[in-house]
C-alpha cells in the first residue's frame, strides 16, 4: 500500500537489483519505477495515519519526492524494509550502470617483437561513418521542427523522419 496526500492506494511493489517498483491495482496510470541510486535516504515511521510505515527519499535530480509504503503482517514489512535498505546500500556501494570497463596494462618494451596478427587475430574491425547520421541530425537541430512524426515499421514507434541518406541502422552506430 502507498501513502500519498494521506490516502491509500492498494498495489504491487517489486524490488529489482537496480530499483523498486510500484504499481497501483486499480489505476494502472498510478505507478512508479526508481533507481535506488535516486534514493538518498529510507526510514520507518510508526506513527502515522495507517500505522507502521517505511518512507523512500529522492534527492533533487528526481524532485525531492517522498514515497511512503505500509505493508502487511508486520513480519513481512521488516524483511521487505530490511532487504530493500540493503539492495539500496548494495547500489549505492558498487553502481551497476549497464557498462563494464575493464582495463589491461600493458607496457612495451623496445625489445617487444609484437605481431599485430597475433594481437587482433579474434578482432573485427568495422569502419562506418557513424558521424555522418549525427552530423545530419545535427544539422537540422538549428532549424524550425515542421516534420510531423511518421510511423516506423521496424521500431513500431512514430519517430522524426529521417534526413536523406540516414538509416536506422547507421543511427545505432553512433
Same mark, same amino acid.
Given at each position: &500500500?502507498?501513502?500519498? *496526500?494521506?490516502?491509500?492506494?492498494?498495489?504491487? &511493489?517489486?524490488?529489482?537489483?537496480?530499483?523498486?517498483?510500484?504499481?497501483?491495482?486499480?489505476?494502472?496510470?498510478?505507478?512508479?519505477?526508481?533507481?535506488?541510486?535516486?534514493?538518498?535516504?529510507?526510514?520507518?515511521?510508526?506513527?502515522?495515519?495507517?500505522?507502521?510505515?517505511?518512507?523512500?527519499?529522492?534527492?533533487?535530480?528526481?524532485?525531492? @519526492?517522498?514515497?511512503?509504503?505500509?505493508? !502487511? #503482517?508486520?513480519?513481512?514489512?521488516?524483511?521487505?524494509?530490511? =532487504? @530493500?535498505?540493503? =539492495?539500496?546500500? &548494495?547500489?549505492?556501494?558498487?553502481?551497476?550502470?549497464?557498462?563494464?570497463?575493464?582495463?589491461?596494462?600493458?607496457? $612495451?618494451?623496445?625489445? !617487444?617483437? =609484437?605481431? *599485430?596478427?597475433?594481437?587482433?587475430?579474434?578482432?573485427?574491425?568495422?569502419?562506418?561513418?557513424?558521424? $555522418?547520421?549525427?552530423?545530419?541530425?545535427?544539422? !537540422?537541430?538549428?532549424? #524550425?521542427?515542421?516534420?510531423?512524426?511518421?510511423?516506423?515499421?521496424?521500431?513500431?514507434? *512514430?519517430?522524426?523522419? @529521417?534526413? !536523406?541518406?540516414?538509416?536506422?541502422? $547507421? =543511427?545505432? &552506430?553512433?
Amino acid at each position: &500500500m502507498t501513502l500519498a *496526500a494521506d490516502q491509500a492506494s492498494l498495489g504491487v &511493489m517489486i524490488l529489482t537489483n537496480i530499483r523498486f517498483v510500484w504499481f497501483s491495482h486499480f489505476n494502472e496510470q498510478y505507478n512508479v519505477s526508481v533507481p535506488y541510486l535516486q534514493v538518498v535516504s529510507t526510514c520507518v515511521q510508526h506513527n502515522t495515519k495507517f500505522g507502521t510505515a517505511f518512507s523512500i527519499f529522492t534527492g533533487p535530480t528526481t524532485g525531492n @519526492l517522498n514515497f511512503g509504503f505500509r505493508l !502487511d #503482517p508486520e513480519e513481512r514489512f521488516r524483511s521487505v524494509y530490511k =532487504l @530493500l535498505t540493503r =539492495l539500496i546500500h &548494495m547500489m549505492h556501494a558498487s553502481p551497476i550502470t549497464g557498462v563494464e570497463i575493464s582495463t589491461v596494462s600493458h607496457q $612495451a618494451s623496445a625489445n !617487444d617483437d =609484437l605481431d *599485430a596478427s597475433v594481437l587482433c587475430e579474434d578482432a573485427e574491425v568495422t569502419v562506418t561513418d557513424a558521424g $555522418a547520421a549525427y552530423a545530419a541530425y545535427r544539422q !537540422d537541430a538549428s532549424q #524550425p521542427r515542421s516534420k510531423s512524426p511518421v510511423f516506423n515499421e521496424e521500431l513500431g514507434l *512514430a519517430i522524426e523522419p @529521417l534526413p !536523406d541518406g540516414v538509416t536506422l541502422a $547507421a =543511427l545505432r &552506430m553512433i
